[in-house]
């Protein structure tokens, strides 16, 4: 088995249903991942909304990778804010029902110590872990509050649930100076998702390969590991590069000049490295995105 390519597609929330799915067949994938639905939070839906996303999936002949929960961290020891947390969970669960989803994304509440703290931790997670295996579901652990590598490591080491992995982020772990193959090394084993992003030092993405990550050291190991998890091929060029800032004027509007010169020298390179041989032509957000499945494709053929 190789690797399901597949990401949101949604650029923060901001595309609709209907965009996400264009991208996701103009790339001929089988999976989509969601997180809102035309803006709205999947909490929020009606039964209405739910029934639409299933048929334009099924005419779309897509399926839903991963559904996140959209649950964020909380304090650990706050008992209401759990309780709440629990229910908006088991509430998740019968969406995901309904959406004939297996996997859902969820960030662990907010500690300082997972050794020193870890009963609290167990306490909180083990009815997360129940209700998921009760009803066939398995959780994806989206990195959140910095949590090192290790962090993550004893807690599997620990729990040893198979309904328990973690959405592996090379940017993310290198912005907390660990090295991200060192990070692999001891996660390998728990890895349900793996974001195939790159970035240099500085947070601004790169083309796979032209960061800072390592990524494709983490491929090579993926690759003799037999990795056949998800592969998260969402990109944050629509931040850096593509997206629109508003006029300015005054002492602003020289920042702007930097920064609008920035973005065109970086769109240019852009350029020259997708279109190698057509000079006069000027990247898009989906000749990008194209282009990083290809390699994928190309990597995990």
């Known amino acids: 088995m190789k690797p399901n390519i597949t990401g949101f597609f949604d650029y923060d929330g901001t595309a609709s249903f209907q965009e996400q799915i264009a991208i996701a067949q103009k790339n001929q994938l089988e999976y989509i991942c969601l997180r809102k639905y035309n803006g709205s939070p999947i909490i929020e839906l009606s039964d209405g909304d739910l029934k639409k996303i299933m048929l334009e999936l099924k005419t779309a002949k897509l399926k839903i990778a991963v559904l996140d929960t959209g649950i964020q961290p909380y304090d650990i020891y706050d008992d209401k804010k759990h309780a709440d947390s629990l229910d908006e969970f088991k509430y998740m669960i019968k969406v995901a029902d309904k959406l004939k989803v297996n996997h859902l994304f969820f960030r662990l509440p907010k500690f300082n110590d997972v050794i020193q703290e870890y009963d609290s931790i167990f306490k909180r997670l083990e009815p997360y872990v129940d209700a998921a295996m009760k009803n066939g579901k398995k959780i994806i652990l989206l990195p959140v509050n910095n949590y090192k590598a290790n962090t993550y490591a004893y807690l599997f080491k620990k729990i040893k649930s198979n309904a328990l992995s973690l959405a592996f982020d ?86 702007f000049t930097n920064e609008k010169k920035k973005k065109e020298n970086e769109m240019t390179d852009l350029s020259k490295k997708i279109f190698p041989n057509e000079e006069t032509k000027n990247v898009t957000i989906d000749d990008i995105l194209e282009n990083q499945i290809k390699v994928l494709r190309i990597i995990f053929k």
């Open 170 to 255: 090379p940017v993310a772990i290198m912005m907390n100076n660990e090295s991200t193959t060192t990070a692999y090394r001891l996660l390998r084993t728990s890895i349900g998702a793996f974001f195939a992003e790159d970035a240099d030092h500085d947070l601004n993405p790169k083309l796979l390969g032209y960061g800072k990550t390592d990524i494709i050291a983490i491929f090579k190991k993926l690759l003799r590991d037999r990795y056949t998890g998800f592969l998260m091929i969402d990109n944050k060029f629509h931040q850096s590069v593509f997206n629109e800032e508003p006029k300015k004027v005054g002492f602003f509007k020289k920042i």
